[in-house]
Every structure is written in C-alpha cells, then in structure tokens.
Nanobody, 115 residues
Framework: QVQVVESGGGLVQPGGSLRLSCAAS?????????MGWYRQAPGKQREVVAT??????HYADSVKGRFTISRDNAKDMIYLQMNSLKPEDTAVYYC?????????WGQGTQVTVSS
C-alpha cells in the first residue's frame, strides 16, 4: 500500500524556521513521481505550496525566497525548509504523492506561527 507520512510541524515565532519531512513508502519506483507540499488554513481552500520531480518545479508566490523543497530519492522522502515564517503561514501542511492517476495524501501536520 502506497502511503505518505508527514512530520516536523509545530509552533514557531514569526521570523523563525521549521523543516517538514514527508516519507513515502509502498513502491520501489516512487522517485519517478511528482510530490509536493500543500497547506490549508482555517476557513480557506487547500493550496499548493511547492512541488518537485527530480528538481523543484513550482513554488507559490507567497513562499518564494523563503521556502525550499528538496528530495532524497534514496530515502523516498521530501522536505520543506521554511524560513522567515509569517503568521499567515499558519496552516495544516499536507504532503501529496501523484502516483500515476491517484493522489496519495498524508494526514497533515500543523504549523502555527505566533508570538
């Protein structure tokens, strides 16, 4: 069974940093598939934060220059390094694996930016 599991969320002060991790499992060819980070703030729609194939392919305008997505194919993991965090970055962050025609979502990890 293909699945993804996120970790690394928490509470951080404005201007601080966090790194999120997402571990994929269940197929030996997962490195061939697009993965990404999405987030959903209370009362808002889920939005894409960043996506990656073998290299980063997309960043939302709101995170460019502050967030960096990366991938370790040997471990079937992706990461999201978040710097200069702002209160508006507060959301549940989800990892997604685009597995052929299927979307595999994680359970999400809460990121709260507050003083």
């Amino acid at each position: 069974q293909v699945q993804v599991v996120e970790s690394g969320g928490g509470l951080v002060q404005p201007g601080g940093s966090l790194r999120l991790s997402c571990a994929a499992s269940g197929d030996m060819y997962l490195h061939n598939y697009v993965m990404g980070w999405y987030r959903q703030a209370p009362g808002k729609q889920r939005e894409v934060v960043a996506t990656i194939t073998s290299v980063p392919t997309h960043y939302a305008d709101s995170v460019k220059g502050r967030f960096t997505i990366s991938r370790d194919n040997a471990k079937d993991m992706i990461y999201l390094q978040m710097n200069s965090l702002k209160p508006e970055d507060t959301a549940v962050y989800y990892c997604k694996l685009q597995y052929a025609a299927r979307e595999i979502w994680g359970q999400g990890t809460q990121v709260t930016v507050s003083s």
